[in-house]
Protein backbone atom coordinates (compact mmCIF):
# COMPACT_ATOMS: atom_id res chain seq x y z
CA UNK A 1 0.00 0.00 0.00
CA UNK A 2 1.41 3.35 -1.06
CA UNK A 3 -0.21 7.18 -1.18
CA UNK A 4 -0.14 8.49 -4.56
CA UNK A 5 -1.90 10.43 -7.10
CA UNK A 6 -4.49 9.77 -8.73
CA UNK A 7 -3.13 9.67 -12.26
CA UNK A 8 0.11 7.57 -10.78
CA UNK A 9 -2.72 4.75 -10.14
CA UNK A 10 -4.37 5.11 -13.49
CA UNK A 11 -0.99 4.44 -15.21
CA UNK A 12 -0.27 1.41 -12.77
CA UNK A 13 -4.19 0.14 -13.28
CA UNK A 14 -3.59 0.24 -17.38
CA UNK A 15 -0.08 -1.61 -17.00
CA UNK A 16 -1.87 -4.02 -14.80
CA UNK A 17 -4.66 -4.28 -17.92
CA UNK A 18 -2.35 -5.21 -20.58
CA UNK A 19 -1.89 -1.83 -22.19
CA UNK A 20 1.53 -0.86 -23.28
CA UNK A 21 0.52 1.44 -26.02
CA UNK A 22 -1.74 4.79 -25.54
CA UNK A 23 -2.67 6.99 -28.80
CA UNK A 24 -2.86 10.74 -27.39
CA UNK A 25 -2.92 14.36 -27.42
CA UNK A 26 -1.98 16.45 -24.20
CA UNK A 27 -3.61 19.83 -22.93
CA UNK A 28 -4.28 21.73 -19.86
CA UNK A 29 -6.56 19.84 -17.74
CA UNK A 30 -4.50 16.44 -18.91
CA UNK A 31 -1.01 17.12 -17.52
CA UNK A 32 -1.28 15.08 -14.33
CA UNK A 33 -1.46 12.23 -16.43
CA UNK A 34 0.99 13.03 -18.73
CA UNK A 35 3.48 14.36 -15.78
CA UNK A 36 2.20 10.59 -14.91
CA UNK A 37 3.24 9.02 -17.99
CA UNK A 38 7.01 10.50 -18.37
CA UNK A 39 7.96 7.76 -15.98
CA UNK A 40 5.72 4.86 -17.13
CA UNK A 41 6.35 2.08 -19.05
CA UNK A 42 3.51 2.62 -21.37
CA UNK A 43 4.63 3.78 -24.82
CA UNK A 44 2.22 7.01 -25.91
CA UNK A 45 2.23 7.70 -29.26
CA UNK A 46 1.64 11.77 -29.88
CA UNK A 47 -0.97 11.99 -32.98
CA UNK A 48 -1.21 15.25 -35.01
CA UNK A 49 -5.18 15.40 -33.97
CA UNK A 50 -7.09 13.42 -31.31
CA UNK A 51 -9.71 12.16 -34.36
CA UNK A 52 -6.24 10.61 -35.09
CA UNK A 53 -5.75 9.07 -31.75
CA UNK A 54 -9.23 7.40 -31.54
CA UNK A 55 -8.87 5.76 -35.18
CA UNK A 56 -5.48 4.42 -34.15
CA UNK A 57 -6.50 3.11 -30.92
CA UNK A 58 -9.52 1.00 -32.82
CA UNK A 59 -7.15 -0.10 -35.71
CA UNK A 60 -4.34 -1.18 -32.59
CA UNK A 61 -7.38 -3.02 -31.57
CA UNK A 62 -8.59 -5.06 -33.90
CA UNK A 63 -5.42 -5.48 -35.52
CA UNK A 64 -4.05 -7.01 -31.77
CA UNK A 65 -7.58 -8.74 -30.66
CA UNK A 66 -6.53 -5.99 -27.52
CA UNK A 67 -7.99 -3.62 -26.25
CA UNK A 68 -6.88 -0.03 -27.98
CA UNK A 69 -6.73 2.88 -25.56
CA UNK A 70 -6.34 6.90 -26.49
CA UNK A 71 -6.49 9.80 -24.63
CA UNK A 72 -7.48 12.95 -24.80
CA UNK A 73 -7.72 16.32 -22.74
CA UNK A 74 -11.25 18.07 -22.01
CA UNK A 75 -13.30 20.26 -24.47
CA UNK A 76 -12.50 20.30 -27.61
CA UNK A 77 -9.65 17.06 -27.07
CA UNK A 78 -12.17 15.05 -26.20
CA UNK A 79 -14.58 16.53 -28.81
CA UNK A 80 -12.47 15.33 -31.23
CA UNK A 81 -12.61 11.63 -30.40
CA UNK A 82 -16.19 11.54 -30.80
CA UNK A 83 -15.94 10.54 -34.49
CA UNK A 84 -13.12 8.25 -33.40
CA UNK A 85 -15.57 6.93 -30.62
CA UNK A 86 -18.66 6.44 -32.48
CA UNK A 87 -16.69 4.39 -35.63
CA UNK A 88 -15.34 2.01 -32.88
CA UNK A 89 -19.26 1.59 -31.98
CA UNK A 90 -20.82 0.85 -34.97
CA UNK A 91 -18.13 -1.37 -35.37
CA UNK A 92 -18.24 -3.45 -32.18
CA UNK A 93 -14.46 -2.29 -31.44
CA UNK A 94 -13.21 -2.69 -27.85
CA UNK A 95 -11.73 0.48 -26.83
CA UNK A 96 -11.40 2.58 -23.71
CA UNK A 97 -11.41 6.49 -24.13
CA UNK A 98 -9.89 8.23 -21.13
CA UNK A 99 -10.29 12.20 -21.52
CA UNK A 100 -9.14 14.64 -19.18
CA UNK A 101 -12.05 16.79 -17.29
CA UNK A 102 -11.88 20.19 -15.76
CA UNK A 103 -12.50 20.11 -11.67
CA UNK A 104 -15.12 18.65 -10.15
CA UNK A 105 -15.76 22.37 -8.31
CA UNK A 106 -15.88 23.46 -12.04
CA UNK A 107 -18.58 20.87 -13.47
CA UNK A 108 -21.17 22.03 -14.78
CA UNK A 109 -20.00 26.13 -14.56
CA UNK A 110 -19.15 26.52 -18.35
CA UNK A 111 -15.46 26.58 -17.47
CA UNK A 112 -12.91 27.04 -19.56
CA UNK A 113 -12.68 23.85 -21.93
CA UNK A 114 -15.55 22.28 -20.46
CA UNK A 115 -17.61 19.14 -22.01
CA UNK A 116 -20.31 16.74 -20.57
CA UNK A 117 -18.51 13.78 -22.44
CA UNK A 118 -19.90 11.29 -20.98
CA UNK A 119 -23.25 12.91 -22.19
CA UNK A 120 -22.18 13.68 -25.72
CA UNK A 121 -21.27 9.77 -26.11
CA UNK A 122 -24.01 8.31 -24.21
CA UNK A 123 -25.55 7.13 -27.35
CA UNK A 124 -22.06 5.77 -29.20
CA UNK A 125 -20.64 4.00 -25.61
CA UNK A 126 -21.08 0.73 -23.87
CA UNK A 127 -20.64 2.79 -20.89
CA UNK A 128 -18.88 5.74 -19.99
CA UNK A 129 -17.88 6.71 -16.35
CA UNK A 130 -17.35 10.65 -14.95
CA UNK A 131 -14.68 10.01 -12.14
CA UNK A 132 -15.00 11.75 -8.54
CA UNK A 133 -12.68 10.13 -6.32
CA UNK A 134 -8.99 8.94 -6.91
CA UNK A 135 -10.27 5.55 -4.68
CA UNK A 136 -12.41 5.19 -7.67
CA UNK A 137 -9.65 4.76 -10.32
CA UNK A 138 -8.74 0.66 -9.75
CA UNK A 139 -12.46 -0.19 -9.99
CA UNK A 140 -13.99 1.74 -13.02
CA UNK A 141 -10.60 0.94 -15.16
CA UNK A 142 -10.96 -2.84 -14.19
CA UNK A 143 -14.35 -2.62 -15.15
CA UNK A 144 -14.03 -0.37 -18.20
CA UNK A 145 -11.72 -2.75 -19.46
CA UNK A 146 -14.27 -6.14 -18.86
CA UNK A 147 -17.04 -3.70 -20.38
CA UNK A 148 -14.96 -2.89 -23.72
CA UNK A 149 -13.82 -6.48 -24.46
CA UNK A 150 -16.84 -9.50 -23.50
CA UNK A 151 -19.67 -9.80 -24.94
CA UNK A 152 -20.40 -7.69 -28.07
CA UNK A 153 -17.09 -5.47 -27.94
CA UNK A 154 -17.42 -1.85 -27.74
CA UNK A 155 -15.79 1.67 -26.65
CA UNK A 156 -16.08 2.76 -22.91
CA UNK A 157 -15.45 6.14 -21.81
CA UNK A 158 -13.95 7.23 -18.78
CA UNK A 159 -13.81 10.72 -17.69
CA UNK A 160 -11.30 11.80 -15.00
CA UNK A 161 -11.12 15.63 -13.27
CA UNK A 162 -8.16 17.18 -13.05
CA UNK A 163 -8.10 17.52 -8.96
CA UNK A 164 -9.37 13.49 -9.22
CA UNK A 165 -5.76 13.12 -11.11
CA UNK A 166 -3.99 15.36 -8.59
CA UNK A 167 -5.86 13.33 -5.54
CA UNK A 168 -3.65 12.05 -2.98
CA UNK A 169 -4.76 8.41 -1.63
CA UNK A 170 -4.07 5.07 -0.45
CA UNK A 171 -3.63 2.94 -3.39
CA UNK A 172 -3.47 -0.79 -2.80
CA UNK A 173 -2.83 -2.03 -5.94
CA UNK A 174 -4.87 -2.53 -9.13
CA UNK A 175 -9.00 -4.04 -8.60
CA UNK A 176 -9.49 -7.32 -10.10
CA UNK A 177 -12.70 -7.95 -8.45
CA UNK A 178 -16.08 -6.45 -9.59
CA UNK A 179 -20.08 -6.34 -8.98
CA UNK A 180 -21.25 -5.05 -12.19
CA UNK A 181 -25.17 -4.70 -11.90
CA UNK A 182 -27.35 -5.64 -14.99
CA UNK A 183 -24.23 -6.82 -16.89
CA UNK A 184 -23.13 -10.22 -16.99
CA UNK A 185 -20.98 -11.95 -19.81
CA UNK A 186 -22.54 -14.09 -22.26
CA UNK A 187 -21.97 -17.92 -21.06
CA UNK A 188 -23.67 -20.99 -23.03
CA UNK A 189 -26.34 -21.15 -25.44
CA UNK A 190 -29.79 -22.54 -26.36
CA UNK A 191 -28.39 -26.06 -27.20
CA UNK A 192 -31.80 -27.31 -28.15
CA UNK A 193 -31.91 -24.05 -30.85
CA UNK A 194 -28.35 -25.75 -32.01
CA UNK A 195 -29.65 -29.02 -32.41
CA UNK A 196 -32.59 -27.91 -34.56
CA UNK A 197 -30.19 -25.70 -36.14
CA UNK A 198 -28.02 -28.83 -36.98
CA UNK A 199 -30.02 -30.85 -38.36
CA UNK A 200 -31.18 -28.29 -40.97
CA UNK A 201 -27.81 -28.30 -41.92
CA UNK A 202 -27.39 -31.69 -42.63
CA UNK A 203 -30.86 -31.49 -44.68
CA UNK A 204 -30.22 -28.85 -46.70
CA UNK A 205 -29.00 -29.16 -50.13
CA UNK A 206 -28.38 -25.48 -50.79
CA UNK A 207 -26.36 -23.76 -47.58
CA UNK A 208 -24.64 -20.82 -47.10
CA UNK A 209 -22.77 -18.96 -45.02
CA UNK A 210 -23.08 -15.41 -44.07
CA UNK A 211 -20.15 -14.27 -41.53
CA UNK A 212 -19.49 -11.10 -39.84
CA UNK A 213 -17.19 -9.16 -37.88
CA UNK A 214 -18.68 -11.29 -34.98
CA UNK A 215 -16.92 -14.10 -36.11
CA UNK A 216 -13.52 -11.90 -35.89
CA UNK A 217 -14.28 -10.42 -32.72
CA UNK A 218 -14.94 -14.17 -31.53
CA UNK A 219 -11.63 -15.79 -32.82
CA UNK A 220 -13.63 -18.31 -34.53
CA UNK A 221 -12.38 -18.13 -37.67
CA UNK A 222 -10.62 -21.64 -37.55
CA UNK A 223 -14.20 -22.78 -36.65
CA UNK A 224 -15.92 -21.32 -39.53
CA UNK A 225 -13.67 -22.69 -41.57
CA UNK A 226 -13.88 -26.51 -40.38
CA UNK A 227 -17.79 -26.10 -40.29
CA UNK A 228 -17.57 -24.83 -44.23
CA UNK A 229 -14.91 -27.96 -45.09
CA UNK A 230 -17.61 -30.51 -43.37
CA UNK A 231 -20.06 -30.08 -45.65
CA UNK A 232 -18.31 -28.08 -48.59
CA UNK A 233 -20.69 -25.10 -47.65
CA UNK A 234 -20.22 -21.87 -49.50
CA UNK A 235 -18.60 -18.35 -47.29
CA UNK A 236 -19.83 -14.94 -48.25
CA UNK A 237 -18.17 -12.38 -45.98
CA UNK A 238 -19.24 -8.72 -45.16
CA UNK A 239 -16.97 -5.76 -45.08
CA UNK A 240 -16.30 -6.48 -41.76
CA UNK A 241 -15.63 -10.25 -41.92
CA UNK A 242 -13.31 -10.25 -44.95
CA UNK A 243 -10.37 -12.69 -43.83
CA UNK A 244 -12.83 -14.78 -41.39
CA UNK A 245 -12.56 -17.04 -44.35
CA UNK A 246 -9.23 -16.78 -46.88
CA UNK A 247 -10.67 -15.47 -49.91
CA UNK A 248 -8.46 -17.53 -52.22
CA UNK A 249 -10.70 -20.49 -51.16
CA UNK A 250 -13.02 -22.12 -54.12
CA UNK A 251 -15.54 -21.92 -51.46
CA UNK A 252 -14.81 -17.68 -50.81
CA UNK A 253 -18.30 -15.88 -52.73
CA UNK A 254 -16.50 -12.40 -51.87
CA UNK A 255 -18.78 -9.58 -50.02
CA UNK A 256 -22.18 -10.22 -50.08
CA UNK A 257 -24.85 -6.71 -50.80
CA UNK A 258 -24.50 -3.58 -52.55
CA UNK A 259 -21.17 -3.66 -54.12
CA UNK A 260 -20.88 -7.55 -53.39
CA UNK A 261 -20.23 -10.10 -56.18
CA UNK A 262 -23.22 -11.05 -58.49
CA UNK A 263 -22.55 -15.03 -57.09
CA UNK A 264 -22.84 -14.07 -53.67
CA UNK A 265 -26.01 -12.01 -53.99
CA UNK A 266 -27.55 -14.90 -56.06
CA UNK A 267 -26.45 -17.11 -53.51
CA UNK A 268 -28.06 -15.58 -51.06
CA UNK A 269 -31.33 -15.52 -52.96
CA UNK A 270 -31.24 -19.29 -54.21
CA UNK A 271 -30.11 -20.67 -50.61
CA UNK A 272 -32.35 -23.05 -48.63
CA UNK A 273 -30.48 -22.58 -45.78
CA UNK A 274 -28.65 -19.40 -44.74
CA UNK A 275 -26.22 -19.75 -41.61
CA UNK A 276 -25.42 -15.93 -40.40
CA UNK A 277 -22.74 -16.37 -37.84
CA UNK A 278 -21.88 -12.41 -36.23
CA UNK A 279 -23.70 -10.37 -38.45
CA UNK A 280 -26.36 -7.85 -38.10
CA UNK A 281 -28.48 -7.70 -41.09
CA UNK A 282 -27.11 -4.84 -42.42
CA UNK A 283 -29.16 -2.73 -45.56
CA UNK A 284 -26.04 -2.06 -47.54
CA UNK A 285 -25.99 -6.10 -47.56
CA UNK A 286 -29.56 -7.00 -47.86
CA UNK A 287 -31.22 -4.38 -49.67
CA UNK A 288 -34.39 -4.56 -49.55
CA UNK A 289 -35.51 -7.22 -47.09
CA UNK A 290 -38.36 -8.33 -49.23
CA UNK A 291 -35.82 -9.60 -52.06
CA UNK A 292 -33.72 -11.06 -49.42
CA UNK A 293 -32.81 -14.43 -48.68
CA UNK A 294 -36.41 -15.14 -50.04
CA UNK A 295 -36.46 -18.76 -50.44
CA UNK A 296 -34.31 -20.04 -47.26
CA UNK A 297 -34.75 -20.82 -43.36
CA UNK A 298 -32.05 -18.44 -41.36
CA UNK A 299 -30.03 -19.30 -38.56
CA UNK A 300 -28.53 -16.36 -36.90
CA UNK A 301 -26.00 -16.62 -34.30
CA UNK A 302 -25.32 -13.36 -32.68
CA UNK A 303 -23.60 -12.61 -29.20
CA UNK A 304 -26.42 -9.60 -29.05
CA UNK A 305 -29.64 -10.61 -28.77
CA UNK A 306 -30.80 -7.52 -29.78
CA UNK A 307 -29.55 -7.92 -32.82
CA UNK A 308 -31.79 -11.21 -33.96
CA UNK A 309 -34.74 -10.50 -35.74
CA UNK A 310 -33.99 -6.25 -35.48
CA UNK A 311 -33.69 -6.34 -39.54
CA UNK A 312 -34.61 -9.62 -40.74
CA UNK A 313 -37.41 -12.54 -39.32
CA UNK A 314 -34.85 -15.49 -38.52
CA UNK A 315 -35.91 -19.44 -37.85
CA UNK A 316 -33.24 -20.28 -35.56
CA UNK A 317 -32.12 -17.53 -33.14
CA UNK A 318 -29.25 -18.53 -31.19
CA UNK A 319 -27.83 -15.99 -28.73
CA UNK A 320 -24.27 -16.84 -27.95
CA UNK A 321 -20.63 -16.76 -28.07
CA UNK A 322 -20.39 -17.66 -31.67
CA UNK A 323 -16.98 -19.77 -31.55
CA UNK A 324 -18.63 -21.80 -29.18
CA UNK A 325 -21.82 -22.27 -30.77
CA UNK A 326 -20.32 -23.01 -33.97
CA UNK A 327 -18.08 -25.79 -31.98
CA UNK A 328 -21.20 -26.72 -31.16
CA UNK A 329 -22.40 -27.36 -34.56
CA UNK A 330 -19.60 -28.96 -35.01
CA UNK A 331 -19.94 -31.93 -32.92
CA UNK A 332 -23.79 -32.25 -34.86
CA UNK A 333 -22.91 -31.89 -38.84
CA UNK A 334 -22.63 -34.47 -40.76
CA UNK A 335 -19.81 -34.80 -42.75
CA UNK A 336 -20.27 -34.31 -46.48
CA UNK A 337 -17.44 -34.05 -48.96
CA UNK A 338 -19.22 -34.58 -52.19
CA UNK A 339 -19.96 -31.41 -54.34
CA UNK A 340 -23.63 -31.32 -55.39
CA UNK A 341 -25.62 -29.22 -58.27
CA UNK A 342 -25.72 -26.94 -55.89
CA UNK A 343 -22.09 -25.68 -56.74
CA UNK A 344 -21.93 -26.54 -59.91
CA UNK A 345 -24.89 -23.94 -59.85
CA UNK A 346 -22.44 -21.01 -58.33
CA UNK A 347 -19.26 -22.28 -60.09
CA UNK A 348 -21.29 -21.10 -63.38
CA UNK A 349 -22.18 -18.05 -61.92
CA UNK A 350 -18.76 -17.19 -60.95
CA UNK A 351 -17.89 -18.01 -64.69
CA UNK A 352 -20.57 -16.29 -66.20
CA UNK A 353 -20.60 -12.77 -63.54
CA UNK A 354 -17.02 -12.57 -62.36
CA UNK A 355 -15.06 -9.40 -61.15
CA UNK A 356 -14.83 -7.16 -64.08
CA UNK A 357 -13.33 -3.79 -64.94
CA UNK A 358 -11.69 -1.44 -68.24
CA UNK A 359 -8.45 -2.40 -69.17
CA UNK A 360 -5.08 -0.11 -68.41
CA UNK A 361 -3.50 1.31 -70.79
CA UNK A 362 -1.04 3.88 -71.94
CA UNK A 363 -1.43 7.31 -69.44
CA UNK A 364 -4.39 5.47 -67.94
CA UNK A 365 -4.51 3.57 -64.59
CA UNK A 366 -7.72 1.58 -63.96
CA UNK A 367 -8.26 1.82 -59.79
CA UNK A 368 -8.69 -2.11 -59.78
CA UNK A 369 -5.80 -3.03 -61.19
CA UNK A 370 -3.56 -1.29 -58.47
CA UNK A 371 -5.57 -3.18 -55.43
CA UNK A 372 -5.07 -6.54 -57.55
CA UNK A 373 -1.15 -5.62 -57.79
CA UNK A 374 -1.52 -5.50 -53.99
CA UNK A 375 -3.16 -7.99 -53.25
CA UNK A 376 -0.80 -10.49 -55.44
CA UNK A 377 2.69 -9.02 -54.23
CA UNK A 378 1.11 -9.68 -50.49
CA UNK A 379 -0.10 -12.36 -51.60
CA UNK A 380 -2.67 -11.62 -48.75
CA UNK A 381 -0.16 -11.72 -45.91
CA UNK A 382 -0.30 -7.73 -45.08
CA UNK A 383 -2.57 -5.44 -43.21
CA UNK A 384 -5.17 -3.53 -45.35
CA UNK A 385 -6.59 -0.50 -43.78
CA UNK A 386 -9.24 1.96 -46.21
CA UNK A 387 -10.09 5.30 -46.27
CA UNK A 388 -14.04 5.08 -47.53
CA UNK A 389 -15.59 5.83 -50.87
CA UNK A 390 -14.99 4.08 -53.94
CA UNK A 391 -11.51 2.81 -53.43
CA UNK A 392 -12.64 1.00 -50.01
CA UNK A 393 -15.55 -1.22 -52.00
CA UNK A 394 -12.56 -1.99 -54.83
CA UNK A 395 -10.51 -3.09 -52.14
CA UNK A 396 -13.27 -5.47 -50.41
CA UNK A 397 -13.87 -6.69 -53.73
CA UNK A 398 -10.21 -7.11 -55.52
CA UNK A 399 -7.68 -7.61 -52.40
CA UNK A 400 -8.21 -11.39 -51.46
CA UNK A 401 -7.98 -11.74 -47.43
CA UNK A 402 -6.49 -14.62 -46.12
CA UNK A 403 -6.42 -14.13 -42.63
CA UNK A 404 -8.75 -12.22 -39.97
CA UNK A 405 -7.57 -9.04 -38.25
CA UNK A 406 -5.81 -8.15 -41.54
CA UNK A 407 -8.69 -6.01 -43.31
CA UNK A 408 -9.57 -3.02 -41.46
CA UNK A 409 -12.20 -0.56 -42.58
CA UNK A 410 -15.22 1.92 -41.47
CA UNK A 411 -17.77 -0.03 -42.26
CA UNK A 412 -20.86 0.87 -40.61
CA UNK A 413 -20.20 4.31 -39.95
CA UNK A 414 -18.50 4.92 -43.14
CA UNK A 415 -15.89 7.33 -41.62
CA UNK A 416 -13.78 9.44 -44.30
CA UNK A 417 -10.00 9.65 -42.78
CA UNK A 418 -10.11 6.51 -40.91
CA UNK A 419 -7.72 4.97 -43.30
CA UNK A 420 -4.01 6.36 -42.34
CA UNK A 421 -4.51 6.62 -38.55
CA UNK A 422 -5.76 2.88 -38.81
CA UNK A 423 -2.28 1.95 -40.59
CA UNK A 424 -0.33 3.76 -38.18
CA UNK A 425 -2.29 1.67 -35.21
CA UNK A 426 -2.29 -1.61 -37.17
CA UNK A 427 1.84 -0.79 -37.85
CA UNK A 428 2.70 -0.52 -33.94
CA UNK A 429 -0.23 -3.62 -32.93
CA UNK A 430 1.74 -5.95 -35.88
CA UNK A 431 5.00 -4.80 -36.63
CA UNK A 432 5.93 -8.07 -38.51
CA UNK A 433 3.18 -7.30 -41.20
CA UNK A 434 3.31 -4.80 -44.13
CA UNK A 435 0.53 -2.43 -43.66
CA UNK A 436 -0.83 -0.32 -46.45
CA UNK A 437 -3.71 2.17 -46.50
CA UNK A 438 -5.83 2.11 -49.53
CA UNK A 439 -6.92 5.74 -49.98
CA UNK A 440 -8.70 8.46 -52.06
CA UNK A 441 -7.68 11.60 -52.84
CA UNK A 442 -11.07 13.12 -50.65
CA UNK A 443 -10.44 10.89 -48.11
CA UNK A 444 -6.74 11.22 -47.49
CA UNK A 445 -6.92 14.77 -46.19
CA UNK A 446 -9.19 14.33 -43.71
CA UNK A 447 -6.21 13.20 -41.61
CA UNK A 448 -3.33 13.79 -43.23
CA UNK A 449 -1.35 15.25 -40.61
CA UNK A 450 -0.61 12.26 -38.85
CA UNK A 451 1.94 11.95 -41.83
CA UNK A 452 3.80 13.79 -38.94
CA UNK A 453 3.05 11.18 -36.10
CA UNK A 454 4.24 8.10 -38.65
CA UNK A 455 6.97 10.04 -39.44
CA UNK A 456 8.40 10.61 -35.94
CA UNK A 457 7.13 6.89 -35.18
CA UNK A 458 9.39 5.70 -37.82
CA UNK A 459 6.70 3.78 -38.90
CA UNK A 460 6.84 1.99 -42.83
CA UNK A 461 3.33 2.08 -43.56
CA UNK A 462 2.20 2.78 -47.11
CA UNK A 463 -0.57 5.11 -48.31
CA UNK A 464 -1.98 4.30 -51.78
CA UNK A 465 -3.77 7.14 -53.08
CA UNK A 466 -5.87 6.41 -55.50
CA UNK A 467 -6.59 10.12 -57.13
CA UNK A 468 -9.29 10.44 -59.70
CA UNK A 469 -9.98 14.13 -58.39
CA UNK A 470 -13.28 13.45 -57.05
CA UNK A 471 -15.22 12.78 -54.45
CA UNK A 472 -15.54 8.92 -56.32
CA UNK A 473 -18.36 7.40 -54.88
CA UNK A 474 -20.59 10.73 -54.39
CA UNK A 475 -19.83 11.60 -57.99
CA UNK A 476 -20.70 7.83 -59.14
CA UNK A 477 -24.33 8.24 -57.29
CA UNK A 478 -24.43 11.77 -58.71
CA UNK A 479 -23.66 10.37 -62.16
CA UNK A 480 -26.09 7.58 -61.89
CA UNK A 481 -28.99 9.02 -59.40
CA UNK A 482 -28.99 12.92 -60.44
CA UNK A 483 -28.90 13.66 -63.60
CA UNK A 484 -25.13 13.76 -63.92
CA UNK A 485 -25.03 16.61 -61.98
CA UNK A 486 -21.74 17.05 -60.46
CA UNK A 487 -22.19 19.45 -57.73
CA UNK A 488 -19.49 20.02 -55.55
CA UNK A 489 -17.72 16.95 -56.10
CA UNK A 490 -14.61 17.94 -58.51
CA UNK A 491 -11.70 18.43 -56.24
CA UNK A 492 -9.25 19.00 -58.84
CA UNK A 493 -7.61 21.58 -57.03
CA UNK A 494 -5.64 19.47 -54.58
CA UNK A 495 -2.17 19.69 -52.83
CA UNK A 496 0.58 17.79 -54.31
CA UNK A 497 0.93 15.07 -52.34
CA UNK A 498 4.72 13.91 -53.28
CA UNK A 499 5.76 17.35 -51.93
CA UNK A 500 3.44 17.13 -49.06
CA UNK A 501 4.96 13.98 -48.23
CA UNK A 502 8.47 14.81 -48.52
CA UNK A 503 7.78 17.99 -46.40
CA UNK A 504 6.94 15.95 -43.51
CA UNK A 505 10.21 13.90 -43.81
CA UNK A 506 8.06 10.42 -45.67
CA UNK A 507 9.08 9.38 -49.50
CA UNK A 508 6.44 10.26 -52.21
CA UNK A 509 6.02 8.90 -55.34
CA UNK A 510 3.65 9.64 -58.84
CA UNK A 511 2.46 6.92 -61.11
CA UNK A 512 0.58 8.05 -64.42
CA UNK A 513 1.12 4.76 -65.98
CA UNK A 514 0.11 1.14 -65.28
CA UNK A 515 3.58 -0.21 -66.04
CA UNK A 516 5.17 1.52 -63.33
CA UNK A 517 2.36 0.24 -60.87
CA UNK A 518 4.24 -2.51 -59.76
CA UNK A 519 7.92 -1.33 -59.49
CA UNK A 520 6.50 1.27 -57.44
CA UNK A 521 4.64 -0.89 -54.82
CA UNK A 522 7.38 -3.01 -55.23
CA UNK A 523 9.90 -0.30 -54.14
CA UNK A 524 7.42 1.40 -51.45
CA UNK A 525 7.69 -2.37 -49.53
CA UNK A 526 11.60 -2.04 -49.52
CA UNK A 527 11.24 1.04 -47.48
CA UNK A 528 11.45 0.42 -43.32
CA UNK A 529 11.72 3.20 -41.49
CA UNK A 530 9.07 6.14 -42.77
CA UNK A 531 6.08 6.15 -44.62
CA UNK A 532 5.51 6.17 -48.01
CA UNK A 533 2.94 8.04 -49.85
CA UNK A 534 1.86 7.11 -53.26
CA UNK A 535 -0.36 9.25 -55.78
CA UNK A 536 -1.39 6.66 -58.50
CA UNK A 537 -3.23 8.96 -61.04
CA UNK A 538 -6.19 6.60 -62.14
CA UNK A 539 -8.80 7.08 -64.36
CA UNK A 540 -11.31 9.71 -63.29
CA UNK A 541 -15.03 8.34 -63.62
CA UNK A 542 -14.60 4.79 -62.80
CA UNK A 543 -17.50 3.17 -61.37
CA UNK A 544 -17.86 0.39 -58.39
CA UNK A 545 -19.60 -2.19 -59.98
CA UNK A 546 -21.40 -4.44 -59.95
CA UNK A 547 -23.96 -2.19 -58.32
CA UNK A 548 -27.59 -2.77 -56.46
CA UNK A 549 -29.33 0.71 -56.73
CA UNK A 550 -30.58 1.63 -53.01
CA UNK A 551 -33.76 -0.01 -52.12
CA UNK A 552 -33.44 -2.44 -54.67
CA UNK A 553 -33.22 -6.27 -54.16
CA UNK A 554 -29.47 -7.70 -54.13
CA UNK A 555 -30.84 -9.90 -56.95
CA UNK A 556 -31.31 -6.63 -59.62
CA UNK A 557 -27.40 -5.23 -59.64
CA UNK A 558 -26.23 -3.83 -62.74
CA UNK A 559 -22.96 -2.76 -64.36
CA UNK A 560 -19.94 -4.60 -64.67
CA UNK A 561 -21.23 -7.26 -67.00
CA UNK A 562 -20.64 -5.03 -69.96
CA UNK A 563 -17.58 -3.90 -69.54
Known sequence: MSIIKGAEALLMCLEAEGVDTIFGYPGGVALPIYDALFSSKIRHILTRHEQGAAHAADAYARASGKVGVCLATSGPGAANLVTGIATANMDSVPMVAITAQVTTSMLGRDAFQEIDITGVTLPITK??????????????????????????????????????????????????????????????????????????????????????????SADASDEVRQLSHRRQIPVTATLMGKGAFPEHHHLSLGMPGMHGTRYANYAIGECDVLIALGVRFDDRVTGRIAGFA??????????????????????????????????????????????????????????????????????????????????????????????????????????????????????????????????????????????????????????????????????????????????????????????????????????DFVKLAEAYGAVGMRVTDSSEVEPALKAALAVTDRPVFIDFVTEREANVYPMVAPGDSIANMFGGDDI
Open 294 to 495: PRAKIIHVDIDAAEIGKNVAVNVPIVGNVKEVVAALLERVEEKQELTEWHETIERWKDEYPLRYGASGEGRIMPQHIIECISELTDGNAIITTEVGQHQMWAAQYYKSKHPRTFLSSSGMGTMGYGFPAAIGAKVARPDLPVIDIAGDGSIQMNIQELGTAVEQKLPVIVCILNNKFLGMVRQWQSLFYGGRYSYTDISSQP
Open 127 to 216: HSYLLERAEDIPRVIHEAFHIAKTNRPGPVVVDIPKDVSDQLFEFEGPCWEMDLRGYRVMKGFNSGQVVTAAKMINEAERPLLYVGGGVI
